[in-house]
């Protein structure tokens, strides 16, 4: 009966071993999408083309500090002498609140903006980790946008009769002047020199009319009509626009490459796409909730194919206009749609159709047509200026300011244009804003009612009748980000105190891209050396230690990622201590158990009292080490707290893998088979 008992004890104990094993190994499991979540992502995605939908299971990447990835570093005076000195500070933490969130809507993933108060200088420091276009990230945060609504003035005089033949006669001239010009370039003329003799651009006609290289995204005009031509091929014809002919020479094309890493290069890509919208967004009746509109759409997912795309769209979309351009979204890079969908056309197969993508239209099925990479042109001109009304009138006043301005709009939101699905702003005023938008429509019915955004018409529509409601919208050529951008703006309002850049500087990575792997290297083989220590030294327990360890690891870079800790060189530092730390607790448990076993201890009573007397002097170092870390939490900035951070992270994580990890590997190892074979503990037997 004594022999059954102790039997079913040990039973129980090795069963209750195993479960705290299988636990264990369930909050690996948990965690291994975040601590691994590049490959982990990958596999969501393939899973996702195959099921037709997304499982949103998708995980963050780690958050790399300012000195990792490199970024901008701007420095802001404030301007506080119209503030009561009282409300200064709170004025400065207002500005930096309004920053904070303009940054945030720009994108840049943890900025760091902090305040700094001295004798007579109120100032703002902005860290943007990762900011490629530190131009626009300095005009997103100094700038409030300018928000205007004017009615007509005075029409535009006509021209007199001498006036007509005189821009008739000049752009005759200027006509016979070009095709000389292109009969010479066409007999083999010299085209630089031809631009020398012949072009109106004084800003390039001394460079042989070279223009330098342009993209689409300042010249698309330019880039429609060049960009299908040879190296070397200038216009057969003449190129005529409003104000001017001109005559085009591609002299160089070459792929655009991403700005931090040459050798990834920008992509383009042709798409189409379904929507499918539920009550509940704003523009959106189908009478359909977000569940019955999913179901909907997966549906359609498995009907869909590419021959029968287009005749989905116009029987099924919700977007307005969807049936005459049949979801036809054309070319787009990167930054011009917004991200889940931009994400999924960009990662998908050409002539294939995405899994169900959400976005706060609704949900899309997206048919990649084509996909091409983005270029970018070296072009020369040959310019002829002609004459129209507006040069010979000279500038003139067509819009007269009204009372109305952006300091009476309440929210700004991004709708569609019911007629062709373009991208608008919506505008939604105030009491007093509503009011005088009912007036100005009132006096201006059947004339034009402009938008001025920074001193330029955005829109300029006619007024049909009163508009009472407080709502206006602004339209216009642009996309759906550049649309996501501007209500941003609008929404982030203005400064409470005027701001002045000071200094901006541009900060590449502390560590290159060949450092920072070169480090990581030396760190790889820096582990495997402890490594091997641990092995040859303890040997069982060593190997056990390195599982603990690599364990360690995987839960702790989970958490980093799970906690939106960002990551920097001193945070690294931390890190790698924390791991050093890690060792020495296995190091003291090991130790312990070594003696306890060379004492005659059996097995378990020798593992027992090695973790409980080497738990005190875990515990109190790795608590003086936490108090210390805390201080430097609460009362230091920048890399000394990233530093603390990390380490007090990584020694609480420590203290859980050395003291369960450790502790149940170890239990679970120590069978009767091993209890005479003390040399796998690194002990020698003893008679």
Known sequence: MSKFLSKLFKDNERNKLWSNFTLILLLLLFLSPFAISSYYNKGMEWVDSKVGFSLATTTPGFKLGLDLQGGAHLVYRADVSQVESSDRSSALEGARDVIEQRVNAFGVGEPVIQTSISPGEYRLIVELAGVKDINEAIKMIGETPLLEFKEMDNALPDLSDDQKAEMSTYNLLAKNKADEALEKLIADGDFSELAVEYSDDTNTKDAGGSMGWISSDENARIVGIISEYENGQSSASLVESDDAYEIFKLDDKREVVDAFDETKKEKEVKASHLLLCYDGIEGCETGLSK??????????????????????????????????????????????????????????????????????????????????NLMEYNVSRILFNKKTKESILGPQTEWKNTELSGKNLDKAIVTRNPNDGSPEVSLQFDGEGADMF????????????????????????????????????????????????????????????????????TV??????????????????????????????????????????LAYGFMLLAILKILNVTLTLSGLAGFILSIGMAVDANVLIFERLKEEIKRGQPMSRALALAFDRAWLSIRDGNISTLITCFILIFFSTGTVRGFAITLSLGVIVSMFSSMIITKNLLYLTSTDWLKNKTWLYGVKKTN
């Open 291 to 372: 569940e019955d509109t999913y179901k909907k759409i997966k549906e359609i997912k498995e009907e869909a194919n590419p021959d029968n795309f287009a005749s989905l769209v116009k029987e099924y979309s919700t977007e307005p206009g969807a049936a005459s351009r049949e979801g036809d979204l054309g070319w787009f890079r990167q930054g011009m749609m917004l991200k889940p969908f931009e994400d999924a056309a960009f990662e998908q197969e050409i002539g294939t159709i995405s899994y169900v993508v959400e976005t706060q239209f609704g949900y899309h099925l997206i048919y990649k047509q084509d996909e091409r």
């Open 438 to 505: 009912a007036d100005i429509t009132t006096r201006n019915v059947g004339k034009q009612v402009a938008i001025f955004l920074d001193g330029r018409v955005i829109s300029a529509p006619t007024v049909n009748e009163k508009i009472t409601g407080g709502r206006a919208v602004i339209s216009g050529n642009f996309g759906i980000q550049e649309a996501q951008t501007l209500s941003q703006r609008l929404n982030a309002g203005a400064l409470p105190l005027p701001i002045e850049l000071i200094s901006q500087q």
């Open 508 to 549: 590449g990575p502390t560590l290159g891209k060949q450092s920072l792997m070169s480090s990581l290297k030396a760190g790889f083989i820096g582990l495997l050396l402890v490594a091997l220590f641990m092995i040859l030294y303890y040997r069982l327990p060593g190997i056990v230690a390195v599982i603990a360890l």
